[in-house]
């Protein structure tokens, strides 16, 4: 059964019908839906339950629909819509963008003009480690931790590996808020601060 995927919301200007390379299985076309002014970008392809999914599909799903979403970009501003938004038909379609027309005419008129740029930062975090192991409280804690050779507890060590977790965090919270997030705020409109994906990352 085929439903209508929802990628992005657009100003419209005329009907269009789009070409995105990557897209496999017949259905690398998707087409605007109008509603006055505006569009939505949707593709028709089979319904997909993403809760069966694995990761691995899930991912591909997912750069398919970056892909429409950054084809897109190179001509309009644009909103993209959360993945995995499907509808029944055009008719639901037009609905949604009658429901939320004024945020989305507001909101296009805010990026018209605009650039956004993902800014990741990272850090040697062997690095990092070997410079935090060398603060003075952790070398006295480990120091008394090796002393105590097999009376050493588990929980000891857990600690010390709490103290350097700690460490890790004050360096990195210093950097976010000494030098990345107020030269990001002079620099943009606005910023997000998005997780962070792992250790080695210092903002995203």
Not at 1 to 29: C, E, L, R, S, W
Not at 171 to 191: K, Y
Request: charged fraction near 25%; aromatic fraction near 4%.
């Amino acid at each position: 059964m085929n439903a209508v995927h929802v990628y992005a919301i657009v100003p419209f200007d005329k009907a269009m019908t789009i070409h995105v390379a990557g897209m496999d299985g017949g259905h690398d076309q998707v087409r605007t839906i109008p509603h006055g002014d505006i569009a939505a970008v949707v593709g028709i392809a089979p319904s997909v339950d993403y809760q069966t999914l694995t990761r691995e599909q899930i991912v591909q799903h997912l750069i398919k629909h970056q892909r429409v979403v950054e084809t897109m970009m190179r001509s309009f501003p644009v909103l993209p819509v959360k993945f995995g938004t499907c509808l029944p038909g055009a008719e639901e379609v037009r609905r949604f963008l009658a429901q939320g027309e004024e945020i989305f005419r507001a909101s296009l008129k805010k990026i018209t003009g605009q650039v956004q740029l993902e800014v990741a930062a990272t850090w040697d975090l062997s690095e990092i480690l070997q410079e935090v192991s060398r603060e003075d409280s952790i070398v006295k804690v480990k120091a008394e931790i090796d002393a105590r050779g097999s009376a050493a507890t588990i929980s000891d060590r857990v600690a010390i590996g709490q103290m350097v977790q700690s460490a890790i965090e004050r360096r990195r919270s210093a950097l976010q808020d000494q030098v990345l997030i107020p030269a990001l705020r002079d620099a943009a409109q606005d910023i997000v601060i998005n997780p962070l994906m792992d250790d080695s990352m210092v903002a995203n």
